[in-house]
């Protein structure tokens, strides 16, 4: 079969066409219909099937995450118990309302017993915080090194929380700077303590 006999095909009477140009026209539709169905229909169904295999992956990454969670939730509420009772015990060691006073003559107690002379004890207002007020007492303190140290351990002893900040040591006698009872050093800082607020505060 030539081109010349090709020209010659009449499409109105493809029943008289040669053999072989009959199977190559059923080829040709043949692949024309296998290539229309698969951009029609097969393509669409293979580019959800990608799009359902992404979201499988994502939804197999959350569910390992989730599942970890769930292996550990017992872990996670042991140490949730942990932490609640360990806030509690931090909230009992902040004095109530009526319990600051004895506190601010804690602190005083404390320094007079560590040899200190106070030249000035003066606390301030409370500032109140998220869910509690500090409570800020300016200190000045003449004493040694030693007494000084004596204070600072004596304040960490007390059973409510009380904080040292703002510390400055200077010598009282400007000619010598010893730290002997006859040349003492002068201690300035604030110290804080803290009140738990209640609902009412």
Not at 89 to 99: F, G, H
Not at 186 to 194: F, G, M, Q, R, S
Request: include cysteine; aromatic fraction near 10%.
């Amino acid at each position: 079969m030539d081109w010349q006999q090709i020209n010659e095909l009449d499409f109105s009477n493809i029943g008289d066409w040669p053999g072989p140009a009959k199977i190559i026209t059923v080829l040709i539709l043949c692949i024309l219909v296998v290539g229309g169905w698969y951009y029609f229909d097969t393509q669409g169904q293979l580019d959800r099937l990608a799009a359902a295999e992404g979201q499988e992956g994502n939804l197999r990454t959350t569910f390992e995450g989730k599942q970890k969670k769930a292996a550990n939730l017992n872990a996670y509420k042991q140490q949730l118990a942990e932490m609640q009772e360990s806030f509690g015990a931090m909230l009992r060691q902040l004095p109530d309302k009526t319990e600051v006073a004895a506190l601010l003559v804690d602190v005083s107690q404390t320094g007079l017993a560590a040899g200190l002379e106070f030249e000035l004890f003066k606390p301030t207002g409370e500032v109140p915080k998220d869910f509690y007020a500090e409570l800020p007492i300016q200190l000045q303190v003449v004493g040694g090194y030693h007494e000084f140290g004596n204070f600072i351990s004596g304040l960490a002893a007390l059973p409510r929380i009380v904080t040292i900040h703002n510390i400055s040591i200077t010598p009282r006698n400007t000619r010598s700077s010893g730290a002997s009872l006859e040349n003492p050093l002068t201690l300035k800082a604030t110290a804080k303590t803290y009140r738990y607020l209640e609902e009412g505060r």
